[in-house]
């Protein structure tokens, strides 16, 4: 496969992993713990480098998980402490990144980490990095964890689908049937930290957070079906990092930020056009409305 | 209908206390409650009624006391017990429709790994039915009224078939054609022995509506059958002076 | 000392009052129930920026100030009316413009550092802080809109504190509280654009969070609660700007974040009206003396819901 072919592929996993783990976030009122999350993402990474001295895949999943519940866990626990729900999510996840920048720039400066990439990713360098695989042959190792993470996310995600539903919608009622509620939280916190981490490599923090959240709620403005909403959010990812890299190719810019961009770009149409609740289909309807008589 | 617990309580509450923050909201409550009766919890706002039932439902962290629902602990009498949360608790512009809510209140018994039969879409459309609601199966939840949303919310409790029912102000906002549908459905319930206790608003209806009630204020003020209990002299005590309606009623 | 220099001094200066005007500005953000906002809008002032910088064609900061400034506005707007104008709710907005405008940012800074003079202009200490690169002109700058900041929240302490507290008793009053909103807006854009250069936009928000919760865990009063937030804020930004000149390279904003959680955790530990071990010394002395809560007229919050 080509260069850009690869580049393509891995954005597209991106897109398609954020896009689902997305939908959830924000039905869930979650997005801003993604912001939270793909932030202190980078201290688990910079820890697990120093305590192994390798930057491969599974120990930096593992400080990438190890990074994710802490912070979902100070969260919650600042907040039970009487801490704002916003102040304690911005207290945790800025001293969390400020510990990682920091460790980086006094221990970690000469390794291949650095903070830039930390940030915007280098999404240009992922086709050298490649493993052999039987019967594939050679594959760019972000390939390969991207591929990973999409198969463990759509598992969890169609296996307990209708708890996943339920505990969104009405975690009160979803308790008192039974439902273990903070278990399917931390969870899918879990989730949340292994998709930023895969993606955090090749895109970068802001990246991912654009792709968690911007197509999901580009989505929710076009659809009242869930599995419509979840198979869209996947498509709007795929689709800003197509129009992402040929816009970025085409200026010679950032291609995350290019990509970022382009989730937005995908949000502002939604937001104006989308049949079901853009502003415009919204004015049309309260037009309607306004002139037949008020139904119960 | 023969029950089969050998107890003779549905419900029993021993001493229960419950706290929010550094407030304690509940405090020494402690009641029972017979099978097959209606029993509305009354008390003004911030005695702690929500509380209440979710301390009961452990929901909400008791800091004392004990609960038994047919003589069980909850988390072994969890699938005999229905529980209808405030209608506001919930995000109504969430991606779903009114059948598929309903169906939620069978998700406990289909369990794990699997997903609605078509028996069960049946059984959800069937609730619906009896709530007058079958026409908006399909209409996406924040497209209802707020009575329909209450409906499609008893419609799911109905489907869980229940012995022991918990609403948490199912009357509150909604209109009248939706108020009698609900009552007439708690009263069949009731005839059918079930057992259910409702968080209470409208102290004009209490006589009319229930034939049990629990004044609540931060403790039990007074519990019993309606005609005993719910006097003026009870309901001063549990309201202070701060009740109007009730002077008129003397 | 080196650190003593004339110019080290000045970069000190201008990081303490800046964490000052953070400070008392978080105060606000706190009651206001909008810790996340300052978050969006530093990462919103970033484009803004590095198009100052490009209308320029090099470092002027008061027009690079005013185009962030303008940025962070727009994306307060968009945050606003995409949570009145749609199903999406506030928290989703904010991920939006937050992320999105970053993106853009950093689309623009290739740009600009590809500008001659570009690559060694130091933009991308804008996104971590560098105080050390700052010059006399930038601090003065800083300083500066800093005073400002401070002045206008305290000559309107009385105006902040009700329109907080009651809004609707405020317009009662008189008082615009759409006003009040525009102006706590402006200032909060103003801490965010000045501390950029010191703190980088991904941190900012750290300076306006952290010292305002911390300030709660020693006081129940606003006045107190300001003053606090303003010191805690100030400390962290002196001895983060101190900590980040001891190496060379070190990023400034890190270190002021990692000051001002120091003193958040000092604060929910000892604090002296709701730290944890007060809580607990309390609780223990209610235990001691055998009372059981008596029935009481109301409940301050908790019963339904």
């Given amino acids: 496969m080509s260069y850009s072919a690869w580049i393509l592929l891995t954005a597209s996993l991106v897109g398609m992993s954020c896009g689902l783990v997305g939908v959830l976030l924000i039905l869930r009122r979650m997005a801003m713990m993604a912001d939270a999350i793909s932030h202190s993402v980078l201290l688990g990474i910079v820890v697990a480098y120093l305590v192994t001295l390798q930057l491969s895949g599974i120990h930096m999943f593992i400080g990438a998980i190890i990074a994710g519940l802490v912070t979902a866990l100070l969260v919650q626990s600042f907040h039970q402490l009487g801490v704002q729900q916003e102040a304690s999510i911005g207290i945790v996840f800025t001293t969390l990144f400020a510990i990682g920048v920091i460790l980086i720039s006094t221990k970690a400066g000469n390794a291949h980490l650095d903070i830039q990439h930390s940030l915007m990713g280098e999404i240009t360098f992922i086709p050298w990095n490649t493993v052999e695989l039987p019967f594939v042959g050679s594959v760019p190792m972000a390939v390969v964890s991207l591929s990973i993470v999409l198969l463990i996310v759509l598992l969890v995600l169609l296996l307990f689908y209708k708890e996943w539903k339920l505990t969104s919608f009405d975690p009160v009622f979803a308790a008192s049937i039974g439902i273990p509620v903070t278990l399917m939280h931390y969870i899918f916190m879990s989730l949340v930290s292994i998709t930023s981490v895969a993606a955090f490599d090749a895109v970068g923090a802001i990246m991912v957070v654009a792709m968690l959240i911007t197509p999901a709620s580009a989505a929710y403005l076009w659809t009242d079906k869930l599995p419509t909403m979840l198979v869209l959010s996947c498509s709007f990812g795929v689709a800003a990092a197509w129009i992402g890299y040929y816009v970025a190719v085409w200026l010679d810019t950032s291609i995350s930020g290019a990509m970022a961009f382009a989730t937005g770009i995908i949000f502002l149409i939604s937001f104006i056009a989308a049949p079901r609740y853009g502003i415009i289909a919204k004015h049309r309807r309260s037009r309607a409305s306004a002139a037949l008589t008020e139904h119960a | 209908m023969e029950r089969v617990s050998n107890m003779n309580e549905a419900i029993v509450v021993n001493r229960l206390s419950a706290a929010y923050r550094k407030t304690e909201v509940l405090s020494q409550v402690s009641f029972t409650v017979k099978p097959g009766t209606l029993t509305s919890i009354v008390g003004p706002n911030g005695a702690g009624k929500s509380t209440l039932i979710k301390s009961m439902l452990e929901l909400h962290p008791r800091t004392a006391g004990e609960v038994s629902f047919l003589g069980q602990p909850y988390q072994k009498a969890k699938k005999k017990i229905g529980y209808v949360p405030q209608r506001g608790s919930v995000d109504w512009d969430f991606p779903t429709d009114a059948l598929d809510v309903v169906l939620m209140g069978l998700y406990g018994k289909i369990g794990w790994l699997k997903l609605p039969r078509k028996s069960d879409r049946e059984q959800a459309m069937e609730a619906l039915r009896s709530m007058g609601m079958e026409q908006y199966a399909n209409r996406q939840i924040s497209q209802l009224s707020g009575g329909q949303q209450q409906r499609v919310f008893l419609a799911r409790a109905l489907v869980q078939d229940a012995e022991l029912y918990f609403l948490d102000e199912p009357l509150a906002g909604v209109d009248a054609a939706t108020e009698r549908i609900i009552m007439d459905t708690l009263q069949q319930l009731k005839n059918r022995g079930r057992t259910v206790m409702v968080v209470h608003h409208d102290l004009q209806t209490v006589e009319d509506y229930y034939d049990h009630v629990l004044l609540l204020n931060r403790t039990v003020v007074a519990h019993g059958p309606t005609d005993e209990v719910f006097t003026a002299e009870q309901l001063h005590r549990t309201y202070g002076g701060a009740l109007r309606w009730m002077r008129e009623k003397v | ?305």
């Avoid at chain 3, 300083?143 to 105006?159: C, N, R, T, W």
């Avoid at chain 3, 008793?169 to 102006?183: D, Y």
């Avoid at chain 3, 103003?190 to 950029?196: E, F, N, Q």
């Fill in chain 3, 1 to 305: 000392m080196n650190l003593l220099s004339y110019n080290a001094q000045w970069v000190l200066l201008s990081t303490l009052l800046l964490g000052m005007a953070a400070g008392s500005v978080g105060v606000l953000a706190y009651w206001k129930r909008q810790s996340l906002m300052s978050d969006t809008l530093s990462h919103a002032a970033l484009p803004g920026v590095v198009i100052g910088f490009m209308i320029m064609g090099s470092k002027q900061l008061p027009v690079m100030l005013l185009a962030a400034a303008v940025s962070a506005y727009f994306g307060a707007w968009l945050v606003q009316s995409i949570r009145n104008s749609s199903r999406v709710k506030e928290d989703a907005a904010m991920g939006i413009v937050l992320s999105v405008f970053f993106g853009l940012g950093i689309m623009l800074l290739t740009f600009a550092n590809r500008m001659p003079g570009g690559g060694q202009s130091g933009l991308d200490h804008f996104i971590f802080g560098q105080a050390a690169a700052m010059v006399r002109s930038d601090v003065t700058w800083m300083a500066i809109v800093a005073a400002v900041v401070l002045v206008v929240i305290l000559l309107l302490f009385k105006e902040w504190k009700v329109s907080l507290f009651d809004a609707s008793f405020a317009q009662g009053l008189g008082l615009s509280v759409r006003a009040m909103n525009s102006l706590y807006t402006a200032l909060l854009v103003l801490v965010i654009v000045i501390g950029i250069q010191a703190v980088g936009v991904i941190l900012i928000a750290a300076l306006m969070i952290i010292p305002a919760v911390s300030a709660r865990y020693w006081t129940d009063s606003f006045a107190k609660m300001l003053i606090l937030s303003a010191l805690f804020g100030g400390g962290a930004g002196l001895i983060g700007t101190l900590i980040s000149t001891l190496g060379k390279g070190l990023p400034t904003g890190p270190f002021i974040v990692v000051s001002a959680s120091a003193m958040f955790f000092i604060s929910l530990l000892f604090g002296a009206s709701k730290g944890l071990l007060v809580v607990r010394y309390y609780r223990k002395r209610a235990k001691g003396s055998g009372q059981k809560a008596i029935m009481a007229g109301g409940v301050t919050e908790g019963g339904r819901g």
